[in-house]
């Protein structure tokens, strides 16, 4: 056995101390290599390949161990390199540190020699700025002199000169601080007397500061006035614009030097840079600033203000037309001066409208300033002149006033001019309930229908405030029709109301009979109303397929609105006739109405119905056939109620008979008479009401009771809404008909109620069956 094994054979006693997992990892193996072999050699024949699978075994064993070998012999290697590099790195660190030490001895004793030559410094210093003051004495001497001398040339308006002058007592300045700074050294002593000396020369070139500001006070003054300078003499303006540039060209290139040359570059001198460039536009804006506030605009109220608005625009484009064919001749082509003073113009004008919009102004007057802003600035007459658009595009100026803006100015326009139409409209129905009570017949128009004076103030009132809100925008335009229209509604609400008011003081009155032309006045207002729907109709028209969208509340109803006072009109007009009426109908279907005969009072209850029809032609379509058709309707309404009431129960056939043929007559006086007014009137009514009188009559005038179950029948397939209190009414007035018959024919009725047909109008829903009266009986007698 080798040493390797020996020193295998040795290790696992020691192992668990090391490595306390060997034993289980030998286990596993030595557990592995038994299923393989048991599993290989499980049969004889496998037994005699044994000392094959032993010599394989034993090769890949060695070629392990020597790979094994070579990794670690190469781990070996690389730990001793790198051992010998840090014996040579702590060799060398030792060395440094050696060298250093001895820089540090020879440093201090070197610093007693340094501090001999800091004293040559302060004494080299002290004399380089004794000369440079001794070598400008001459020029401080002459600044008081120059001072003044430059003061005269600015008082005098010679600019271009006093300008030269400044430059060079500038100059002089600069070149006198920077001696006395270039002389100095980093040291504390020079670095205390230089800034002694700088104080001296500032103070000896202290007017040099006021004579920049008096200057530039003339310059800007000049500038200022430069639309009056050009159009007399614009040499001044032309000096003024000289000097800026001058100034210009000394800031840009003491910044250029002072960015060039680092840390080595002079200080720029105080005051610099001026940036008078941008200052001259600033004070060209003051400049037109200034121009606005001469108009006095401020006070400027009432009908003036479109006159103001009208100013305004004449200035600014005369100011303009200097400004493009005078001044900028005057300024260097990047100035771009006109499009300049167009952005001044513009951004006081913003200013100015929006001190205008807050003002407590009237109809008229935001009218006049929201024409101006959306139309008038815009147009080739302003700002949109083609000289102009060369110049700079009208979108790069940006709206004049801002949308909420606006969109607040036309708030405020619909409100004032709500609050007027408000006004107007509460006036003229103040008129219209006035002409109601006059003792002539309504005003007719050139076809002969009634009306007065309301339809006509309203329509024009809300047409013209649309046309004149259409001047402005669409939008304007729908908000003011849209708020016409909620006026419309409330106009008409209180009309309505006025009607019911008139009704009832018509019935308070009646027995004086103060207002013969009550029953006028009704139909003008109809005919108003129809007018008024017309008008209505068109203004919803105008209206832009978007406005539907932006309504803030629920949309105006005038229409609807206009419906109902036409129904309370109506509804008015037909209770009066019934008020006619009602003393012919008192005589009709009676005992006494029988037996005389007499058709008398049918013909004076035609005179009444025809005099009604004529009123009503002077209604205007279609309410005019709506009129004729509740007329019919009411009539038989009436004399089937004047039925009901049973006044008259027959008493044998022959009264049956002669009841029959008097309501058949009546039918027919009716019928004639409708039919010859509504061939008059030149239409055709759907609505036949006439037709049930002779149905009526037939059912009266039928001889066999046994034949009423047919008859009634008939009757209800006609009218489904007729009920049983009826028919039993209808029995009662016949006066013939048995107990059992009746009630077959209620029966017959309980069972066969069809449902109303469509488009049909109930008749006897309107018709209310009086109810029995209970039989006095005495108390000691039994009631039969």
Same mark, same amino acid.
């Given at each position: ?15 668990? /101390?090391?490595?306390? $997992?060997?034993? =289980? &990892?030998?286990?596993? !193996? ?6 393989? +072999?048991? #599993? %290989? ?49 702590? /060799?060398?660190?030792? $060395?440094?540190? =050696? &060298?250093?030490?001895? !820089? ?6 070197? +610093?007693? #020699? %340094? ?69 100095? +050294?980093? #040291? ?597």
């Amino acid at each position: 056995m080798s040493d390797g094994d020996k020193n295998g054979g040795d290790k696992p006693e020691a192992l668990p /101390e090391v490595w306390p $997992e060997a034993e =289980r &990892a030998e286990s596993l !193996a030595r557990g592995a290599a038994l299923k393989w +072999a048991s #599993g %290989v050699f499980c049969r004889p024949e496998h037994l005699e390949r044994l000392g094959q699978y032993r010599k394989r075994e034993s090769q890949r064993t060695s070629s392990i161990q020597s790979r094994l070998k070579s990794v670690v012999q190469s781990y070996l290697e690389g730990v001793g390199w790198g051992l010998e590099q840090l014996r040579e790195a702590r /060799e060398e660190l030792k $060395e440094v540190s =050696r &060298a250093l030490g001895k !820089a540090g001895v020879e440093s201090s004793r070197n +610093a007693e #020699g %340094v501090k001999a030559l800091e004293m040559m410094r302060e004494v080299s210093v002290n004399h380089c700025q004794l000369l440079a003051a001794v070598s400008n004495l001459p020029r401080l001497y002459s600044v008081q002199s120059m001072v003044s001398e430059t003061e005269r040339l600015v008082e005098s308006r010679r600019l271009l000169e006093a300008h030269a002058r400044l430059m060079e007592l500038e100059c002089w300045q600069d070149d006198i601080l920077w001696q006395l700074h270039g002389a100095g +050294a980093p #040291g504390t002593a020079g670095t205390a007397l230089s800034a002694q000396d700088e104080e001296l020369v500032r103070n000896y070139f202290s007017g040099v500061g006021k004579l920049v500001e008096a200057l530039g006070k003339e310059l800007w003054a000049v500038v200022g006035s430069g639309l009056a300078l050009a159009r007399q003499n614009p040499t001044p303006f032309v000096s003024a614009v000289r000097i800026v540039e001058r100034e210009e060209a000394l800031d840009q290139a003491m910044l250029e030097e002072r960015g060039g040359a680092g840390g080595h570059s002079r200080p720029l001198p105080s005051g610099r840079p001026r940036c008078w460039r941008e200052r001259f536009f600033q004070v060209l804006e003051e400049a037109v600033s200034a121009r606005f506030r001469s108009v006095s605009y401020l006070h400027t109220r009432g009908p003036g203000l479109a006159g103001h608005l009208s100013a305004l625009q004449h200035g600014i484009m005369g100011d303009l037309a200097t400004v493009r064919h005078l001044l900028d001749h005057c300024v260097p082509p990047h100035y771009n001066l006109t499009r300049a003073y167009l952005r001044a113009c513009h951004r006081c004008l913003q200013s100015h409208l929006g001190q205008v919009s807050g003002w407590e102004l009237e109809s008229g007057e935001i009218f006049a300033v929201l024409n101006w802003v959306l139309h008038i600035y815009n147009s080739s007459d302003m700002m949109g002149h083609p000289d102009l658009m060369v110049e700079m595009e009208s979108e790069e100026l940006g709206p004049l006033i801002s949308q909420e803006c606006l969109e607040q100015l036309q708030n405020k326009y619909v409100h004032s001019v709500r609050k007027s139409v408000s006004e107007w409209m509460h006036k003229a129905l103040e008129v219209e309930l006035t002409d109601w009570q006059r003792d002539q017949e309504p005003d007719t128009d050139h076809e002969g229908f009634y009306l007065t004076s309301l339809p006509t103030i309203i329509t024009q009132m809300l047409e013209e405030n649309a046309r004149v809100a259409l001047m402005v925008s669409e939008s304007l335009r729908d908000q003011t029709i849209q708020m016409g229209l909620y006026e419309m509604e409330n106009l008409l609400n209180r009309f309505r109301e006025a009607l019911v008011e008139f009704g009832k003081e018509h019935r308070r009155d009646q027995s004086t009979n103060q207002n013969k032309f009550y029953l006028h006045y009704l139909l003008a207002s109809i005919s108003n109303c129809i007018i008024l729907k017309t008008s209505t109709e068109s203004l919803q028209q105008q209206l832009s397929s978007r406005s539907a969208s932006r309504f803030s509340r629920t949309p105006p109803g005038p229409l609807a609105a206009l419906d109902r006072a036409v129904r309370r009109a109506c509804r008015l007009v037909m209770d009066q006739l019934l008020l006619e009426l009602q003393p012919f109908l008192q005589g009709l279907l009676s005992r006494s109405w029988l037996a005389q005969g007499d058709v008398t009072v049918t013909l004076k209850l035609c005179g009444v119905l025809e005099r009604h029809f004529e009123l009503y032609s002077r209604v205007r379509p279609p309410c005019r056939q709506r009129l004729q058709e509740e007329c019919q309707w009411l009539t038989v309404v009436e004399y089937v109620r004047v039925l009901m009431q049973k006044r008259l129960v027959c008493r044998n056939a022959e009264e049956r008979r002669q009841l029959a043929q008097r309501m058949a007559l009546d039918a027919q006086h009716l019928r004639d008479l409708f039919q010859g007014l509504v061939e008059v009137e030149g239409s055709v009514s759907e609505v036949n009401p006439m037709a049930l009188l002779p149905v009526l009559a037939d059912f009266i005038r039928l001889k066999d009771p046994s034949m009423l179950t047919l008859e009634v029948s008939g009757l209800v397939a006609k009218y489904p809404d007729i009920s049983d209190e009826h028919v039993s009414v209808l029995l009662d007035v016949r006066g013939d008909v048995s107990r059992d018959v009746r009630g077959t024919v209620l029966d017959l009725l309980e069972q066969s109620t069809p449902p109303l047909p469509a488009g049909y109008r109930p008749i006897f829903s309107d018709i209310l069956v009086p109810t029995p009266s209970m039989p006095f009986c005495l108390p000691t007698a039994k009631c039969a």
